[in-house]
Structure formats: C-alpha cells, structure tokens
C-alpha cells in the first residue's frame, strides 16, 4: 500500500491550493481517505475525510467551506482543495488511510 502525495507549494495570501494523494496497492474504493495537517510546533490536526466510493465528505469544524476533498476513482487519486488561505494554513499536509500516510506536502502561505 502506498500514497504518493503531491510536492511543496508556496501561495500568496488569499490563493488556493490543490493538493493530490495518488494511491496504490489496495481497493481505492474500500476506505476512507484523511487528511490531517501540522502546522509548525503545532500537533496533528484532523481536517476531514472522503469515502472515494461515493465520494461522502465529512469536514473539521475549522475546514468547512475553506476545504474541499474530491477522489477520482479513475486514478485512484485523492485531492483536497484549499481557498482563501492564511498564513495560518503554512503546514504539512498529510493524506492517510489511517493505517497508511502518505509523505506529506509542505504548503507555505506567504506574501
């Protein structure tokens, strides 16, 4: 089992980002994608998860309507979709199946 996830990307306040999690190994369809971030000396923070067979959401009482995951079943890839981002936001970005994570995407917000 892998996820490969996207590499490092800097934006400027107020841009969006995408960040993709390419899986492997396993039935894409069977399980629960995550996302989680840990913005520096921050712990883990829980942002949200899809079911990629019907591509269910649920959202982190602090991503709603700033975050948005997709999964494409075709590529067996998950995304997650961040706009309006802060300078808060400047974290690594992690997608897991909870038994698996992938490497992580460090984004910085910056002007």
């Known amino acids: 089992v892998q996820l490969v996830q996207s590499g490092a990307d800097t934006r400027n306040p107020g841009a969006s980002v995408k960040v993709s999690c390419k899986t492997s190994?396993?039935?894409?369809?069977?399980?629960?994608v995550h996302w989680v971030r840990q913005a520096p000396g921050q712990g883990l923070e829980w942002m949200g998860r899809?079911?990629?067979?019907?591509?269910?959401?649920a959202y982190g009482e602090n991503f709603q309507g700033r975050v948005t995951f997709t999964a494409d079943t075709s590529t067996s890839t998950a995304y997650v979709e961040f706009t309006s981002l802060r300078s808060e936001d400047t974290a690594v970005y992690y997608c897991?199946?909870?038994?698996?994570w992938g490497q992580g995407t460090q984004v910085t917000v910056s002007s």
């Open positions: 899809i079911d990629p067979e019907d591509g269910g959401v």
């Open positions: 897991t199946t909870l038994t698996t």
């Open positions: 190994g396993y039935s894409f369809i069977s399980v629960y």
